[in-house]
């Protein structure tokens, strides 16, 4: 891909109209960034009917080295201000955003909790649901479409991923297409079809909230063998999870778990249909390639666009100064793709090696994401089930893509086989 030429001037990341730009002009932009001024500061988009102040604006982190830098340096640079960019009060940061909108010692506290349910035991436990689902999924879609034409991301990518949400957190498949809904409109802010107004998104994040403590109350007086029921009973320092904790993160999961694992494979089945030499690579020996192709899909696809931090103290990022209180942007997307960092990063080559690491997940941390192991699985089984049954399976159509500044999404996109 060659990536046309952005004069600085014309880069205004807080423009709703930049990101409905072509992508690939949007993938210059930041080259441009990357470049010419790689601590660009900018100022807040605040919608008219906003009903919170505009606040003071950002620097754009888009080299991944400084990505890393902040990831790795959490007293420096806090998530208890926001990880959105936008300023939010508190309690409805930790409301939406659960542990990734807390510092130590809340966050330390509450992710050890649930990371009892992320074990290598329990994961090891859902690969065998991991295998069945994406069976499943395949199954389904040869039975409701014999004409061998249907949408790949409601079909294939989304179907799996949520199945598997709801299977660890015993939810019953009659409430899957209700999960599936309210996922797309938590995460589809600034896209008209999906949300219309701040009370829309309020709405929706109460109904799942309540939804998640009906399912923690269920969960304690009868305990199973998923990992609601583990939270539910885990306990660190003698404490558990609140019932408002509980809520929380369990938005977190539907949403994040969900959303950021269909966003992978949706890329990933579009660029190996883009690229067939690729894909007959990774195909022809699956085993060998699996590690390095799934890595180089989310590198590539990198669904999470960015994360904000907050500096807490007068600091600086490679002799850039930053005042207490400034927030720094890490755009994902752009680190993913620094030259500095990734040989040809604009080519899709499942055999990149797998060190320097992509930032998809995160750039190490605390808050490295704590579903990366199962998403990476749920990518490399639901792959491996395309390459098996239905290896002639390809994208026909253009993707109708997420109108937004945060998930890299695909709302739309016709396959056929």
């Given at each position: 891909?060659?990536?046309?030429?952005?004069?600085?001037?014309?880069?205004?990341?807080?423009?709703?109209?930049?990101?409905?730009?072509?992508?690939?002009?949007?993938?210059?932009?930041?080259?441009?960034?990357?470049?010419?001024?790689?601590?660009?500061?900018?100022?807040?988009?605040?919608?008219?009917?906003?009903?919170?102040?505009?606040?003071?604006?950002?620097?754009?982190?888009?080299?991944?080295?400084?990505?890393?830098?902040?990831?790795?340096?959490?007293?420096?640079?806090?998530?208890?201000?926001?990880?959105?960019?936008?300023?939010?009060?508190?309690?409805?940061?930790e409301f939406f955003g659960s542990m990734i909108n807390m510092d130590d010692p809340k966050h330390f506290r509450l992710r050890s909790i649930v990371s009892k349910g992320f074990t290598p035991k329990e994961i090891t436990a859902l690969e065998e649901?991991?295998?069945?689902?994406?069976?499943?999924?395949?199954?389904?879609?040869?039975?409701?479409?014999?004409?061998?034409?249907?949408?790949?991301?409601?079909?294939?990518?989304?179907?799996?991923?949520?199945?598997?949400?709801?299977?660890?957190m015993g939810i019953p498949e009659s409430d899957e297409e209700m999960i599936f809904n309210w996922t797309n409109t938590i995460l589809g802010v600034g896209d008209p079809e999906y949300v219309g107004s701040f009370e829309d998104l309020v709405r929706v994040g109460g109904e799942i909230f309540n939804y998640a403590l009906a399912l923690g109350e269920e969960r304690k007086k009868n305990p199973g063998s998923d990992i609601a029921s583990v939270m539910m009973s885990a306990e660190v320092d003698g404490?558990?999870?609140?019932?408002?904790?509980?809520?929380?993160?369990?938005?977190?999961?539907?949403?994040?778990?969900?959303?950021?694992?269909?966003?992978?494979?949706?890329?990933?089945?579009?660029?190996?249909?883009?690229?067939?030499?690729?894909?007959?690579?990774?195909?022809?020996?699956?085993?060998?390639?699996?590690k390095t192709a799934v890595e180089e899909i989310v590198r590539y696809a990198t669904p999470v666009i960015h994360f904000r931090r907050t500096a807490t103290a007068d600091t600086e990022i490679n002799g850039q100064p930053i005042k207490q209180g400034e927030k720094v942007v890490m755009f994902y997307q752009s680190g993913n793709r620094d030259e500095r960092?990734?040989?040809?990063?604009?080519?899709?080559?499942?055999?990149?090696?797998?060190?320097?690491?992509?930032?998809?997940?995160?750039?190490?941390?605390?808050?490295?994401?704590?579903?990366?192991?199962?998403?990476?699985?749920?990518?490399?089984?639901?792959?491996?089930?395309?390459?098996?049954?239905?290896p002639t399976l390809g994208i026909t159509g253009d993707p109708a893509y997420l109108q937004s500044s945060f998930i890299n999404g695909i709302k739309r996109m016709q396959c056929a086989w």
């Open positions: 891909m060659t990536l046309p030429s952005v004069p600085l001037s014309d880069i205004d990341l807080s423009s709703e109209t930049f990101w409905t730009a072509p992508r690939d002009w949007r993938f210059g932009a930041f080259k441009t960034l990357r470049d010419e001024s790689p601590f660009q500061f900018f100022e807040e988009f605040v919608p008219e009917d906003s009903l919170f102040p505009r606040g003071p604006g950002y620097r754009a982190l888009t080299r991944h080295e400084d990505i890393w830098h902040v990831s790795r340096n959490p007293q420096l640079f806090c998530s208890g201000n926001g990880s959105n960019i936008g300023d939010l009060p508190v309690e409805i940061n649901s991991v295998r069945v689902r994406s069976a499943a999924v395949i199954d389904r879609m040869f039975e409701r479409f014999p004409e061998r034409s249907c949408d790949f991301v409601r079909e294939v990518a989304a179907l799996m991923p949520l199945q598997i949400i709801c299977d660890m404490e558990r999870l609140t019932a408002q904790e509980f809520g929380s993160f369990f938005i977190l999961l539907v949403v994040a778990g969900n959303e950021t694992t269909r966003t992978a494979i949706a890329h990933g089945m579009r660029e190996l249909t883009l690229h067939p030499d690729q894909r007959a690579l990774w195909f022809g020996d699956f085993e060998t390639h699996t960092v990734f040989g040809n990063p604009d080519s899709f080559d499942i055999t990149r090696p797998l060190s320097p690491a992509q930032v998809g997940f995160g750039a190490g941390g605390p808050h490295f994401c704590l579903g990366a192991n199962l998403a990476r699985r749920e990518i490399a089984v639901m792959f491996d089930e395309i390459r098996r049954r239905v």
